[in-house]
């Protein structure tokens, strides 16, 4: 009959472990890899601009030192390096959960028993020694070493710790794509400081030129030639230009602060030779590679994919949340009620070995949300993964584009500067043999002097998106 007691309780236990086993039904989501065989149709080889290091891609020393300086002193580059170094000791701590657990302790106590009850009885007649009582006030001193292990038998923990090291990388792609994005804001806002001394000098010089042509027309003025109005038109365009000298000044300031700011240092004058900007060429030539190369060289993409392998890992580890969990106990040492007989053996020796299997049966909900949050989670990091592609491949192509239409429009604004420089000369021949007047004069030498800032304007556009097609393919962080 006990037997067959035994049988019946083990049955249930069965089934109850089996129920207790079984998990909700969740959709999966499987990423796409597949990505366009080129950009915008172009053939292009497997060389690939993102293999180049940053120091040979730039080759101006003014830049390549302050890129070098704020790879060292940036703040939140450090920030982000700090935080990989959290990432570490995450997966170090995950680690060491499916390891035994071992600890040694001494303690010491003491306890009462009240007479009336089963074991103050029992102490009472019961002596330690022949012709010694145990005492009522017994002491107690404890010397062990307990040890207590969670068998990892569904991997839930070495999935933990493999997702935490996913995590990891993820971490360190983030620095790398903070890497390549720090380093092409450097360089975007050193092109623009250059552009703006650039544009500064221009000004100067054409403010130079109005003046001259201003002197003229007071001249013409006291001939009978012009009238006042002439005079104060002039006298007006030469102060609106003198004014705008220090707006473009105060965005040189700020400009500089800027690049201080990344650099990690206070503010300070930010060394470059800008009359060199209008030689620079930007390489047309640039090889963007394969699509598919984005996969292995933007960082972002890399920092979704680990994300995404680890979300993956935690749904595994959420799902062994249903299945029995099985803990091994034990402990050895010595107890004694004199200290003088702690270490007597065998009469002080102790030592237990338990061991538990334990399953969710009743009230699953707390887990159950977890693992559908950890559903959920994996596929947004699914979403984000394919995101982070297409958002690669849209760049690179917009920027492929951008440095054709740039280069065409560039070509066609120097054209324009010097067939507007041109006019300059003649208008300002022909007012002076009164066959324009004064405002064909003012009109041509603003529009030769829009064109030359457009023109200024566009060579920055250039290097931006030299730098921003470097950026977009996942160079520098090399």
Same mark, same amino acid.
């Given at each position: &009959?006990?037997?067959?007691?035994?049988?019946?309780?083990? %049955?249930?236990?069965?089934?109850?472990?089996?129920?207790?086993?079984?998990?909700?039904?969740?959709?999966?989501?499987?990423?796409?890899?597949?990505?366009?065989?080129?950009?915008?149709?172009?053939?292009? @080889?497997?060389?690939?601009?993102?293999?180049?290091?940053?120091?040979?891609?730039?080759?101006?020393?003014?830049?390549?030192?302050?890129?070098?300086?704020?790879?060292?002193? $940036?703040?939140?580059?450090?920030?982000?390096?700090?935080?990989?170094?959290?990432?570490?000791?995450?997966?170090?701590? =995950?680690?060491?959960?499916?390891?035994?657990?071992?600890?040694?302790?001494?303690?010491?106590?003491?306890?009462?028993?009240?007479?009336?009850?089963?074991?103050?009885?029992?102490?009472?007649?019961?002596?330690? &020694?022949? %012709?010694?009582?145990?005492?009522?006030?017994?002491?107690?001193?404890?010397?062990?070493?307990?040890?207590?292990?969670?068998?990892?038998?569904?991997?839930?923990?070495?999935?933990?710790? $493999?997702?935490?090291?996913?995590?990891?990388?993820?971490?360190?792609?983030?620095?790398?794509? &903070?890497?390549?994005?720090?380093?092409?804001?450097?360089?975007?806002?050193?092109?623009?400081? &250059?552009?703006?001394?650039?544009?500064?000098?221009?000004?100067?010089?054409?403010?130079?030129?109005?003046?001259?042509?201003?002197?003229?027309?007071?001249?013409?003025?006291?001939?009978?030639?012009?009238?006042?109005?002439?005079?104060?038109?002039?006298?007006?365009?030469?102060?609106?230009?003198?004014? =705008?000298?220090?707006?473009?000044?105060?965005?040189?300031?700020?400009?500089?602060?800027?690049?201080?700011?990344?650099?990690?240092?206070?503010?300070?004058?930010?060394?470059?030779?800008?009359?060199?900007?209008?030689?620079?060429?930007?390489?047309?030539?640039?090889?963007?590679?394969?699509?598919?190369?984005?996969?292995?060289?933007?960082?972002?993409?890399?920092?979704?994919?680990?994300?995404?392998?680890?979300?993956?890992?935690?749904?595994?580890?959420?799902?062994?949340?249903?299945?029995?969990?099985?803990?091994?106990?034990?402990?050895?040492?010595?107890?004694?009620?004199?200290?003088?007989?702690?270490?007597?053996?065998?009469? @002080?020796?102790?030592?237990?070995?338990?061991?538990?299997?334990?399953?969710?049966?009743?009230?699953?909900?707390?887990?159950?949300?977890?693992?559908? @949050?950890?559903?959920?989670?994996?596929?947004?990091?699914?979403?984000?993964?394919?995101?982070?592609?297409?958002?690669?491949?849209?760049?690179?192509?917009?920027?492929?584009?951008?440095?054709?239409?740039?280069?065409?429009?560039?070509?066609?604004?120097?054209?324009?500067?010097?067939?507007?420089?041109?006019?300059?000369?003649?208008?300002?021949?022909?007012?002076?043999?009164?066959?324009?007047?004064?405002?064909?004069?003012?009109?041509?030498?603003?529009?030769?002097?829009?064109?030359?800032?457009?023109?200024?304007?566009?060579?920055?556009?250039?290097?931006?998106?030299?730098?921003?097609?470097?950026?977009?393919? %996942?160079?520098?962080? =090399?």
């Amino acid at each position: &009959m006990g037997i067959k007691r035994i049988v019946s309780y083990f %049955g249930i236990t069965l089934v109850a472990l089996i129920t207790a086993c079984s998990t909700p039904n969740f959709g999966r989501k499987t990423e796409s890899k597949t990505v366009p065989s080129s950009f915008n149709n172009t053939k292009d @080889s497997a060389n690939n601009a993102a293999k180049t290091k940053w120091k040979d891609f730039f080759t101006d020393p003014n830049l390549v030192a302050l890129i070098d300086t704020a790879l060292n002193k $940036n703040q939140e580059l450090n920030i982000v390096l700090q935080e990989i170094n959290i990432a570490k000791n995450e997966v170090r701590g =995950r680690k060491g959960a499916y390891l035994p657990y071992a600890g040694i302790g001494v303690g010491a106590g003491f306890d009462k028993s009240a007479a009336y009850t089963r074991d103050g009885a029992v102490d009472a007649n019961l002596p330690i &020694m022949p %012709g010694q009582a145990i005492p009522t006030v017994l002491p107690n001193y404890v010397l062990g070493l307990n040890v207590s292990w969670e068998v990892d038998i569904w991997k839930k923990l070495r999935n933990s710790k $493999n997702a935490a090291a996913y995590r990891y990388l993820s971490s360190v792609a983030g620095r790398n794509f &903070m890497v390549t994005h720090l380093i092409s804001e450097i360089a975007n806002s050193y092109y623009e400081l &250059m552009a703006l001394d650039n544009q500064l000098e221009i000004l100067k010089k054409n403010i130079e030129v109005q003046q001259n042509a201003l002197e003229m027309v007071k001249l013409e003025k006291i001939a009978a030639k012009v009238t006042e109005l002439a005079v104060r038109k002039f006298e007006a365009e030469v102060l609106k230009n003198q004014s =705008r000298q220090f707006y473009i000044m105060q965005q040189i300031v700020e400009t500089e602060n800027r690049i201080n700011f990344l650099v990690g240092r206070f503010p300070q004058p930010v060394s470059r030779n800008s009359q060199t900007f209008t030689d620079l060429v930007p390489d047309s030539t640039i090889h963007a590679g394969i699509p598919s190369q984005l996969l292995e060289n933007r960082p972002d993409v890399k920092q979704a994919e680990q994300q995404l392998a680890a979300a993956k890992l935690d749904v595994k580890a959420t799902k062994a949340e249903f299945y029995p969990g099985l803990t091994i106990m034990g402990g050895i040492g010595y107890a004694a009620f004199n200290p003088q007989y702690l270490i007597t053996t065998p009469q @002080s020796l102790l030592y237990n070995l338990a061991g538990s299997l334990v399953a969710p049966l009743i009230n699953r909900n707390a887990i159950k949300a977890n693992y559908y @949050s950890a559903n959920s989670k994996q596929i947004q990091a699914v979403y984000n993964y394919e995101r982070a592609i297409l958002k690669a491949h849209i760049e690179v192509a917009n920027q492929l584009s951008n440095i054709s239409n740039l280069k065409k429009s560039y070509d066609l604004k120097t054209l324009q500067v010097q067939a507007l420089t041109q006019s300059t000369t003649i208008s300002m021949n022909l007012f002076k043999s009164a066959r324009a007047d004064y405002m064909e004069v003012l009109l041509t030498q603003r529009d030769a002097l829009e064109s030359k800032f457009e023109l200024i304007e566009t060579k920055k556009q250039q290097m931006n998106a030299m730098v921003n097609i470097y950026q977009a393919l %996942g160079g520098g962080w =090399r």
